[in-house]
């Protein structure tokens, strides 16, 4: 069965969620005050209504409890936010993923019982500054406050050594769990075959550890 999904707040992140889920053929509705923006993903979403999500009863009025997932996007207005995703927990939404301007908000949105919540400013601002820092991190995800996964080149002093020989875990404390070479992922490699240029090493661990590895093996 396909999810239904309802996104509330069609600004650059909300909309781009929405956009995203549509391409992946699920059901959505896209809520926003401003008809506008509405009106810009009516033929994108499976639905788009004009609404003030403050009001409980123009949520009741949406169906809003039978959505698989909520996804509260509402930019700069965190009144809002915080009554919006109190009022979804109230009537039951069983999946609230909600997106946090600070700390604070964060914190006053974990209270009152959002899933999730995300920070894709401060995120993606964290994988860029990985990126410009070293050339070899392609890629990093935070999985939480100290722990990360992150992709990353093989360069001309990693390629020819083995897993063995580089013996990450014991020298930084993390863990390779797979190895992209070309179209081709390899899932647990194999300890003793050696690293070729440009193959991309998927790593998890602390983000501490990560920091070290980059700054000794990568730089």
């Known amino acids: ?28 509705m896209a809520i926003d005050i ?10 994108i979403a499976t639905q788009a209504v004009v609404a003030d999500t403050t009001d409980e009863q123009v949520l009741k009025s949406l169906g809003i409890r039978n959505f ?4 509260v996007a ?18 039951g939404v069983t999946h609230i993923t909600v997106k946090a301007q600070n700390d604070y908000h964060e914190k006053v949105l974990r209270k009152i019982g959002a899933d999730h919540v995300v920070h894709p400013e401060r995120d993606m601002g964290k994988r860029i500054a990985h990126y410009i820092v070293s050339n ?25 050594h083995s897993l063995v020989e580089l013996d990450v875990r014991a020298q930084f404390g993390l863990n390779i769990v797979a190895i992209k070479r070309g179209e081709e992922i390899i899932v647990s490699p194999k300890a003793d075959d050696p690293l ?23 730089e």
């Open 34 to 43: 401003d008809e506008d923006r509405v009106n810009e993903f009516a033929s």
């Open 136 to 160: 070899n991190v392609l890629d990093y995800l935070e999985l939480s406050e100290e722990y990360s996964i992150v992709e990353i080149k093989v360069n001309e002093l990693l390629a020819g």
């Open 74 to 91: 509402i930019g700069d207005n965190i009144q809002s936010s915080i009554l919006t995703t109190l009022i979804l927990k109230e009537l």
């Open 196 to 218: 070729q240029l440009g193959d991309i090493l998927i790593i998890i661990g602390a983000d501490t550890d990560i920091n070290r590895f980059e700054k000794k093996v990568l």
């Open 68 to 71: 698989d997932h909520v996804i």
């Open 1 to 28: 069965m396909k999810k239904e999904f309802a996104v509330i707040g069609l600004g650059r992140f909300g909309g781009s969620i929405c956009h995203s889920l549509s391409e992946q053929g699920m059901d959505v």
